[in-house]
């Protein structure tokens, strides 16, 4: 009979990190994509890196000493805007409080001990599809997520994610809708998430309350929120309805020229806007219908993704991790 004791242990868990503006959240998740353990703090408190990846890497050891051990896991994956998987860096974020190119996967490894992956978060929405959610199975497919400040997506092709060259594949946020329209933070004009982020739709609503006489319940919120705005137009807010038409035929718009050019089986919608419902997406499909080339209008289906937002990322931070190659100071 074969001594056991001989074999290497296979480790069966893994750490996926978010990091959004507001809080960066953090957690154990095993073999079977299921989370163990998860916690967060908030991103703002650490104005300098340095501070918060010792900050991250203390409470990510804490967390995982007090599930199952730190032997147990094999390595960690991160989720963060303008993260670059090729070099392993956030470039030039334009929301966090840290400037400049941050080596963010060298300063993590060196800290933990373990092996460690980078991506933006659109690539890791789709990473988190692909293995836990509606793009469970396809091999062709995009994934847009529309939030508050901006519009990222991530493609699939063929079962891999194309990242491009250098890891900037899939800015779709930053093609022009629009000539001359509104500045965007890129520092260009007319870009596609000026019009359809959430930050995009309030401006649309204030613009169009400026222009018109008619009378609005938009005028009576002291926050204008996706789900305020929402409620607005279940009342029967004509300006408010008239401002989700409008950033979903910019949207449709968007999505239509994306998917003239891959013919993807499925684009994938993540995000809070999605919350908006049929107020965004029934007058995006109209547009995505009458501009999207002829031969794949009635083909490429539209789905909202069924992932929990609170959830997604760090699921699909921990499918990163799966995949890169092991290494340990503990060994």
């Known amino acids: 009979m074969e001594n056991t004791e001989t074999v290497d242990k296979i480790k069966t868990r893994v750490v996926g990190i978010d990091i959004r503006v507001e809080k960066t959240t953090f957690a154990v998740v095993d073999i079977r994509g299921e989370i163990v353990a998860q916690d967060h703090f908030p991103t703002g408190d650490y104005a300098d890196v340095n501070e918060f990846v010792t900050a991250l890497s203390e409470r990510v050891v804490a967390l995982v000493e007090e599930n199952g051990g730190y032997e147990k896991v094999r390595s960690i994956g ?42 933006n978060d659109a690539h890791i929405t789709a990473l988190s599809e692909k293995a836990y959610g509606s793009a469970h199975g396809m091999k062709d497919f995009v994934v847009v997520s529309i939030s508050h400040g901006g519009l990222g997506s991530c493609f699939f092709s063929n079962g891999q994610p194309h990242l491009g060259v250098y890891g900037f594949a899939g800015e779709l946020g930053h093609t022009c809708v629009v000539v001359n329209g509104r500045e965007c933070g890129c ?6 998430e000026t019009y359809c982020s959430k930050t995009g739709l309030v401006r649309t609503a204030q613009e169009l309350m400026a222009e018109s006489k008619e ?24 300006i408010a309805i008239e401002a989700f ?38 007058p995006m499909r109209a547009s995505f219908d009458e501009h999207v080339f002829h031969n794949i209008r009635s083909k490429t289906r539209i789905l909202v993704s069924i992932l929990k ?23």
């Open 78 to 119: 991160v989720s963060a805007p303008s993260a670059n998987f090729i070099t392993g860096c956030i470039e030039n974020a334009a929301n966090l409080p840290w400037k400049g190119v941050i080596p963010l996967a060298a300063m993590l490894r060196d800290q933990l001990g373990l092996a460690v992956a980078v991506a």
């Open 187 to 192: 520092g260009h004009r007319g870009c596609l």
């Open 215 to 238: 009378p609005s319940l938009l005028s009576k919120l002291d926050d204008m929120s996706i789900e305020a705005i929402t409620k607005c137009c279940e009342q029967g807010d004509k």
């Open 245 to 282: 038409r409008r950033t979903g035929e910019a949207l449709g718009l968007g999505l239509a020229n994306y998917a003239s050019v891959l013919d993807p089986e499925a684009i994938i919608l993540t995000g809070d806007m999605t919350a908006a419902g049929k107020w965004l997406l029934k």
């Open 309 to 331: 937002e609170g959830e997604r990322d760090v699921l699909g931070a921990s499918a990163l991790a799966w995949d890169v190659k092991e290494y340990s100071l503990f060994k």
